[in-house]
């Protein structure tokens, strides 16, 4: 069973690049996140969607997008770059609230 | 600000010692999770509570959710050096916020042997 899988594990932006992290989950989970882990921290909310067609921004939602076109890929885009960006993401998906939260294995985003 | 405030944000003790891990908050939650993360991966859960007052036992870990349901804890009995990790605490608030999934900063335990 695959899970949750994110891609890529690495990478390094040039400040002002654009890039899209993918995220694919096979457990026809409805619920499906984005978040950034920077050093010593918690993990923060970007976006999250409830189901394909539906998503709404978690609590530092600036300088990116996401879209669920499908119930399998919730894909986030970044647009221009800026070091503050650089973190570890992670994707996350659920059945539903207060269930099980599955991650993927994160991507490491450096942005110089 | 941090939605759910987690301490101590680290721990270093010796194994064979016990230690207890806060989650709190000032608003009300229907269920916390505790997550426990290693190095290079994502968190992986290790228990839901949901009713206020529950407490719920995994091996030497014990869960506790709060009466009020804004607060929980997580206490390890004799901990060992494979206890090693960050422990999460997250919490749905339902309402117009359905959905979202909070996080914690963690507590970053170590344990010697």
């Known amino acids: 069973n695959a899970g949750v899988t994110q891609t890529p594990k690495f990478r390094i932006l040039k400040i002002g690049q654009s890039m899209t992290l993918q995220c694919t989950q096979d457990?026809?989970?409805?619920?499906m996140y984005w978040y950034r882990q920077d050093p010593g921290m918690g993990l923060k909310l970007i976006y999250y969607s409830v189901g394909a067609g539906i998503t709404d921004k978690g609590e530092v939602p600036n300088g990116y997008n996401v879209s669920r076109s499908t119930t399998e890929d919730f894909p986030l885009r970044l647009e221009l770059a800026a070091p503050s960006q650089t973190s570890v993401y992670f994707c996350?998906?659920?059945?539903?609230?207060?269930?099980?939260?599955?991650f993927g294995q994160g991507t490491r985003l450096t942005v110089v | 600000t941090q939605l759910l405030e987690q301490s101590p944000q680290f721990l270093s003790i010796q194994e064979g010692e016990n230690l207890t891990v806060y989650c709190n908050s000032s608003?009300?939650?229907?269920?916390l999770q505790w997550y426990r993360q290693e190095p290079g991966e994502g968190p992986v859960l290790l228990v839901t509570v949901v009713t206020g007052g529950e407490v719920k036992k995994l091996k030497r870990l014990t869960f506790q959710f709060g009466d009020a349901r804004k607060d929980s804890s997580l206490h390890i009995t004799a901990a060992q050096p494979g206890d090693t990790g960050l422990y999460l605490c997250a919490g749905e608030n339902r309402g117009s916020t359905l959905g979202r999934l909070y996080f914690g900063r963690g507590t970053q335990l170590t344990v010697w042997p």
């Open positions: 608003s009300v939650f229907s269920s």
């Open positions: 996350a998906s659920s059945y539903t609230e207060g269930t099980e939260a599955f």
């Open positions: 457990m026809n989970h409805n619920y």
